[in-house]
Nanobody
Framework: QVQLVESGGGLVQPGGSLRLSCAAS????????MDWYRQAPGKERELVAA???????NYKDSVKGRFTISRDNAKNTVYLQMNSLKPEDTAVYYC???????????????WGQGTQVTVSS
């Protein structure tokens, strides 16, 4: 089995910064794309940022220039550095990864449990 464990959420004032981390563990052969999604109350879950195993990135328009996604392939960990945070960034942030487990050729998607980010004065 594979687990994704997020950390780094919390309460921050507008204009502040937070860094989210997500570590994947278990029977992992390789990880393709790793992503961060978020879901605000009453809204659908949306893609915030994605990074391929080669380091190519993609961002939601509203976070471009403020958020940076990165990953450490040796540690199977993805990060989301969030700067200049706004109240509208408030949501539960979820890590998502496409994983090839050891001993298989199948790619399976896994989700973390989510971490709350609240931006408020």
């Amino acid at each position: 089995q594979v687990q994704l464990v997020e950390s780094g959420g919390g309460l921050v004032q507008p204009g502040g910064s937070l860094r989210l981390s997500c570590a994947a563990s278990g029977s992992i052969f390789s990880i393709n794309t790793m992503d961060w999604y978020r879901q605000a109350p009453g809204k659908e879950r949306e893609l915030v940022a994605a990074i391929t195993s080669g380091g190519s990135t993609n961002y939601k328009d509203s976070v471009k220039g403020r958020f940076t996604i990165s990953r450490d392939n040796a540690k199977n960990t993805v990060y989301l550095q969030m700067n200049s945070l706004k109240p509208e960034d408030t949501a539960v942030y979820y890590c998502h990864a496409e994983v090839r487990r050891s001993g298989t050729l199948i790619i399976t998607a896994y989700w973390g449990q989510g971490t709350q980010v609240t931006v408020s004065s």
